[in-house]
């Protein structure tokens, strides 16, 4: 079988001989240490990507892909809105809204809360809370019946359970004998909720629409706009696009929650970096390697120059052997991260009863497993980037190796 002359030697340099040993254990501490940085970064990106996926996943149970609205907040004829809307690719739900702030006190307690008036039969298509109810219904808001459902964060605050009434102070005052008063309506609660979101559980209200539009004091036929569900969440931008395009005000759950990934992007971003660096410094036991081959086989550099190798031969010669390094240790650091990236749902529960601890409180992060989502794209970017750096590794030490003299390493011979 042909073996090209640099693959061959680069290949019988890295494996053990009898002077060697030392030298054969660095470059094994150096394909380690490649296999701990890959291992390393496909893990900590894949639980990364499983962070992100799955607070998108809770946030837009909640929240529209695409909501359509006016400048106004007042969107007039929304009935034949929502028809057309419904007939467009990839829509599965449009749903009205009217959305508004209020102060909610119970027992003397008082607390801000976000408020949004919907239709009980329509909401599920739009939105998850009908499958998130603690206790109660969402089916339980009747017009005129004046109940709410709230997240169950702020109903344990404020120590409120069902059929308690509570009162909604909205801003926005009423004329009275007196003077000038906030308005204040009493409300029985029909159901809590719970979606894992502090943003949601902890100070969310949900009315009927037509009690909401009575509380703002709204005309009936009116809301604020439309929220739309769509088959998938990434075609919410450019379906966005194409409502603005036709005159709609609209905007995407993108830019509704931009700051949000944003920062999960740069916080990706750092620790690609940061973990790169484990890579980088098993990078440098390759550079380490060489430098005692090249000095330990001056004198069979020598040979091969005045047996008619050239620099350029014995340059591959190490830049084979550093290679050798890093692909071995890169294919070791792929195996690892992918068998526990996959299996870390398993892992860290299995960790957790061994040592007796809990790494992810519930009281303390919504998110109490660590999940995992592998993306492939990461790991062939991981391992060029490796073997990228294992390569430029060997550069210098195989360029000091092609350097040497014959006479000047044959001398003391």
Sequence with gaps: MFKPLPFFIGLRYTRAKRRNHFISFISLTSILG???????LITVLSVMNGFEKELRHRMLGMSAHVVVKT???????????????????????????????????????????????????????VSQVKDKMVVGAIDNLKAGEFGIVLGEELARSLNIWLDDKITLIVPQASVTPVGLLPRMKRFTVQGIFSVGMHEYDSGFVLLHLEDMAKLLRMPTESVHGLNIKLDDMFLAKPFNRQLQAEGYYSYDWTYRHKNFFEAIKMEKTVMFVILTLIVAVAAFNIVSTLVMVVTDKQADIAILRTLGATPRTIMGIFMVQGTLIGVFGTLL??????????????????LEQLFGIQFLSPEVYYISELPSDLRWLDVYRISILSLIISLIATIYPAWRGSRIQPAEALRYE
Excluded: C
């Excluded at 490649?34 to 390393?40: E, F, M, N, R, S």
């Excluded at 809204?97 to 298509?125: C, R, W, Y």
């Excluded at 792929?334 to 299995?350: D, Q, Y």
């Design 333 to 350: 650091g792929l195996f690892g991260g992918i068998s526990l990236a996959m299996n870390i749902e398993t892992v860290i529960p299995a």
């Design 71 to 125: 400048t106004d907040n007042n969107l007039h004829d929304w009935q034949n809105l929502a028809q057309e809307l419904r007939k467009k690719p990839h829509v599965t739900g449009v749903a009205p809204f009217i959305e508004g702030q209020a102060m909610i006190s119970h027992n003397k307690n008082v607390k801000g809360t976000f408020l949004q008036g919907i239709l009980p039969d329509i909401e599920p298509q």
């Design 34 to 40: 490649i296999a701990l940085g890959v291992t390393a």
